[in-house]
């Protein structure tokens, strides 16, 4: 090795050391920068990893079912496979709705209004793009995942009504949740969670829906769950069992046929509603889903208002059903008594305003019984007078009118009774003597409820007790347990004399029910017909109903309750522009009840009388 | 002083004469390192040798073997092939420009039906071996001539020129720093140096036009991760995730939820030091590290033992290169260096990185068995 070497030999060395240093510079800065990275950030990194994770996922709970008093199913719940979108986890949102559109029915308006809903929110909340899929189109979209990014296939449940238009307008409907009302319970941020829109579903959503649980669940970088960590269960939604009897709303609901009417069966004892009828009515199973626009449109244009629930929302004016409350005001406030008699000569003139009778040639000389029988009018008229407007009013409202029953329905009408502060208030005028005497027979002013006029007919037929319907037995296995009901407070007198009259109304010669008969040995009922009149004809208008149209026929009204000696059930049917109430509604209303009766197994064998209920002698029968 | 009859018994040792005068420990630590590779492969398969581990192994064994063919073979003997090797080795760079596999969106593969064969990998051996080979005869004072250090300059440029055309970045840059670094220690001037890396700083601005979009896109990304977290900045981004979620202890063996979910991209081969630092925590990133720098220590060790220029230069261009290699690939996956797609030696999966690492070290341990052989100046008089 020469001199050269050796020199070359140190250069190098030197050269290598330094590189060398360099070297383990940079080690130190890999080793600085993991050091940064794994334990100073490293917390902040560790939560990053848990977010990437683990996908909290919310567990609706099933919604609680309704039943009828006997457990049959009115809304129960069905698989309801879907698909949603989550528009964050897509790579090309149209590009997998055009792959879904292969796969599952995707029309154009429905995709454009995905598109815009998946603007609107955001990414990370899922949209449901199709439901109630079948099989074939579920396991199709399962296969084909890997192409579908953001995509997620779900096996949900939706609402299902077997008995739809039935119960439509008692138990209301389902329906997705609004936008904008989706802040509070988080269930409410599902896709594809429905909330009670109407009915009972409304009223007790919040118990049927229970509370939301939660699963952790691990997922991969392409959001496949690997497995579940951590569940917690939510509350069940609870069970609601109605007081409805579901054969008997069924029959009611078919021997309504096709009219514009309601009926509704109560239990004079207790005030359950075993039947509570409107029609024509909706599927509610189609609200669920999404009711189209013409769909929509369909029902608004028709005129027997099938979105109505007319049992509590459609106001009538009573007529002579009315004639009972009248009675009872009279004899109570000792107006009229059972010797207070009236000529009746089919008219009453009033100055110079003719007030008719509807037995044009007059029914002669009645008392109380037979003007109920009868339901003379020109009787009422001069009772009414006797009595006045606020006693009238009094005596209506003990009965039942006036104010809403509450009986869990949102959109239950109050009705309008009137006295003279409410006529003060809404016609600024005093009470005259033609509201009198168009009160005394239930039209002008009044305007009753069907479920107001059943429980009027209950709390007459009960005589002791004013019980107040109701449409809940029970709730998530908890009785709802009857209240106290308040003591009519009716003299005992009074009360055999009108519910004479309403026996004689059905069963003695004259009365204008005659023709409505239960046909069950032994059991005889109780009625009140009434035929209101919708638009006041002029004097010289001589057409007969059947010449009217349909909007401008009187309505038929029918109030019934049985047995005459101990009744257990009263029923109430309106029919609209059904012309005379004898002779539409009150066939319907006997029908209705007959059929209540046979329901009633215990009250056929043994005719026994329920705790409580007090045995009357009836009347003249 | 020089013992002729001592170096003439050394040139007739039998094979396991040589074997017994190689670096042992350089051969433990590189084993280590490919046990820790192993062991990442099978985790991040879930806990099987299937689709990676298994294939590594084998790998390993067959380029265990060439590494020990290499190593036997008299360090002359690769001093004589060192030019015609770097030509064909350059050849074959340049072959793939014509006729390359599309592979990744880059032309970097020959494919030779059995396997695919990286020219790169080839080049950047061929590079060390003949910048080495340059500048065995030469002093300092030689290299520090311009007409003199033009020639290595164009044997560094060239290739890495074709190599960038691939293009590989992260190759074309480990082929250039190294490159320069054998120069470097062989002496040349620090003024080509300073004045290099002043007018490289300049050239940023043209390079940048010749960038490919994509490479742009990581560049950027780089800078900015936050840029695009689902695109580009994704990679960086879940890397960065994995590491620091591991903290000083990691998460326990095959306990990434990052990489055994997926989060992590291409964990098996370039971010699979992520994996180490997510299951093993700071520790076992700290252990790889001394891992490395212990075998770089020990490559130096060797390199001062030999007594001719050509060894020298060989390992520690080698070394320098092995420095290169991992240094870019854990500042990348840490978000230091753009990601330019460069594996972990020994450890992340893939054949051509195994073969080629395996043959360099046998450079480095034929150089080494080979120390005290008397190499003339003039490698022209040799044999």
Same mark, same amino acid.
């Given at each position: ?238 069970? #609601? ?218 709390? #007459? ?161 | ?8 018994? !050394? ?77 064909? *080795? ?11 596999? %599309? ?39 030689? %290299? ?6 033009? %020639? ?35 002496? *040349? ?117 030999? /007594?001719?220029?050509?060894? !020298? ?33 020994? %450890? ?29 100046? /003039? ?5």
């Amino acid at each position: 090795m020469d001199s050269r070497d050796i020199e070359r030999t140190k250069a190098l060395t030197r050269r290598a050391v330094t590189l060398g240093g360099m070297k383990a510079a940079l080690f130190v800065v890999l080793a600085g920068r993991m050091y940064y990275l794994q334990v100073i950030d490293g917390a902040q990194y560790q939560m990053l990893a848990e977010q990437n994770r683990i996908n909290i996922r919310l567990l609706a709970p099933p919604r609680g079912l309704i039943r009828d008093r006997f457990g049959v199913e009115l809304a129960t719940n069905k698989q309801n496979l879907r698909v949603v979108l989550i528009p964050e986890q897509s790579d090309d949102v149209t590009a997998t709705l055009d792959g879904l559109a292969k796969l599952v029915p995707l029309g154009e308006t429905t995709r454009a209004r995905l598109l815009r809903e998946i603007r609107r929110t955001r990414g990370y909340i899922p949209v449901s793009v199709a439901e109630n899929l079948s099989w074939g189109q579920f396991s199709s979209v399962n296969l084909n995942m890997p192409d579908l990014s953001g995509v997620q296939p779900e096996i949900g449940e939706t609402r299902h009504y077997p008995f739809s238009e039935i119960t439509a307008h008692t138990i209301g409907y389902v329906a997705p949740v609004p936008e904008g009302q989706t802040e509070g319970d988080p269930l409410l941020q599902l896709p594809g969670f429905r909330i009670g829109k109407s009915g009972l579903e409304k009223t007790y959503d919040l118990k049927l829906r229970g509370k939301a649980g939660n699963s952790r669940v691990e997922v991969d970088a392409f959001g496949r769950s690997i497995r579940e960590l951590a569940r917690q269960d939510g509350d069940l939604g609870a069970e #609601v069992v109605l007081t409805l009897d579901m054969e008997l709303q069924k029959y009611a609901f078919e021997r309504l046929g096709g009219e514009s009417a309601s009926a509704i069966v109560i239990d004079v004892q207790n005030g359950d509603l075993l039947a509570m009828v409107s029609t024509p009515a909706f599927d509610p199973n189609t609200f669920n889903v999404g009711l189209t626009n013409a769909q929509w449109n369909t029902y608004l244009r028709n005129d027997h208002k099938p979105l109505t629930n007319k049992c509590i929302a459609g106001l009538y004016a009573p007529g002579s059903t009315y004639k009972l409350s009248v009675a009872l005001a009279g004899l109570e406030s000792g107006a009229i008594d059972t010797n207070f008699r009236v000529f009746c000569s089919g008219k009453k003139q009033m100055g110079n305003v003719t007030f008719h009778c509807w037995q044009k040639n007059g029914h002669g000389t009645v008392d109380l019984h037979d003007a109920l029988k009868g339901s003379c009018d020109v009787y009422f008229y001069e009772a009414a007078l006797r009595i006045g407007m606020d006693r009238m009013a009094e005596m209506s409202q003990r009965l039942g009118f006036g104010a809403p029953l509450n009986v869990g329905l949102s959109d239950e009408k109050a009705g309008i009774l009137p006295t003279r502060a409410w006529k003060k208030a809404a016609h600024n005028a005093p009470v005259t003597q033609g509201d009198l005497l168009n009160a005394g027979i239930g039209q002008g002013f009044v305007l009753a409820t069907p479920l107001q006029l059943a429980t009027m007919a209950a709390r #007459v037929a009960n005589g002791v007790k004013a019980i107040s319907p109701r449409l809940v037995r029970s709730i998530g296995g908890q009785p709802v347990p009857y209240e106290d009901a308040p003591d009519l407070g009716i003299a005992r007198s009074s009360i055999a004399e009108v519910q004479a009259g309403a026996y004689a109304v059905a069963n003695e010669p004259g009365g204008t029910a005659l023709r409505v008969k239960l046909d069950i040995p032994g059991i005889k009922l109780c009625a009140k017909t009434g035929t209101a009149q919708v638009k006041r004809l002029k004097d010289g208008d001589k057409r007969t109903q059947e010449e009217l149209p349909w909007q401008l026929r009187n309505n038929a009204l029918f109030i019934c309750w049985a047995p005459h000696d101990a009744p257990r059930y009263a029923v109430a049917v309106v029919v609209e522009h059904g012309m005379k109430g004898s002779a539409v509604a009150g066939p319907i209303g006997g029908d209705i009840l007959r059929q209540a009766m046979l329901r009633d197994p215990a009250r056929l064998a043994a005719y026994e009388t329920p705790k409580g209920a007090k045995t009357r002698e009836t009347g003249r029968a | 002083m020089i013992d002729f009859g001592f170096y003439s018994d !050394r040139q007739s040792r039998s094979i396991l004469q040589k074997l017994g005068d190689m670096s042992w420990t350089l051969l433990f630590l590189i084993i280590a390192t490919c046990l820790v590779g192993f062991v990442m492969l099978y985790s991040v398969a879930g806990g099987s040798l299937e689709p990676w581990a298994g294939r590594q192994i084998a790998r390993f064994f067959i380029g265990l073997s060439l590494f020990f063919i290499v190593a036997i073979v008299d360090v002359r003997v690769w001093l004589s092939i060192s030019y015609p090797f770097y030509l064909f *080795a350059f050849v074959l760079v340049v072959a793939v420009e014509m006729a390359g596999t %599309i592979g990744m969106g880059a032309q970097r593969w020959i494919n030779l039906g059995l396997f695919q064969l990286q020219p790169a990998e080839l080049m950047k051996i061929g590079l060390v071996l003949a910048l080495a080979r340059f500048c065995h005869g030469l002093t300092p004072q030689d %290299i520090s001539r311009p007409l003199v250090l033009i %020639i290595p300059i164009l044997m560094i440029v060239v290739p890495t020129f074709f190599v960038v055309r691939q293009p590989d970045l992260g190759t074309a840059m480990l082929m250039f720093v190294g490159g320069a670094g054998t120069l470097f220690v062989a002496g *040349a001037s620090w003024i080509y140096f300073l004045s290099g890396g002043a007018l490289g700083l300049l050239a940023l601005i043209p390079a940048w036009s010749l960038l490919r979009d994509y490479q742009r896109d990581r560049v950027l990304t780089f800078l900015d991760p936050g840029r695009d977290p689902l695109g580009a900045g994704y990679h960086i981004l879940q890397s960065k995730i994995a590491l620091g979620s591991g903290g000083m202890f990691g998460k326990g063996f095959m306990q990434g939820t990052q990489s055994q979910l997926d989060f992590l991209p291409e964990k098996q081969t370039d971010f699979i030091f992520t994996v180490l630092g997510e299951e093993w925590g700071l520790m076992g990133g700290l252990g790889l590290l001394c891992l490395y720098f212990l075998t770089l220590m020990m490559m130096y060790v060797l390199a001062l033992q030999i /007594r001719h220029q050509f060894g !020298r230069l060989l390992v520690l261009g080698i070394a320098l290169m092995y420095f290169l290699y991992l240094f870019i690939n854990i500042a990348m996956v840490m978000g230091l260096v753009p990601v330019v797609g460069e594996p972990l030696p020994f %450890i992340s999966y893939g054949g051509t990185s195994m073969m080629s690492l395996l043959i360099s070290f046998g450079l480095v341990m034929s150089a080494y068995i080979h120390r005290d052989i008397e190499i003339p100046r /003039r490698p022209g008089a040799f044999g």
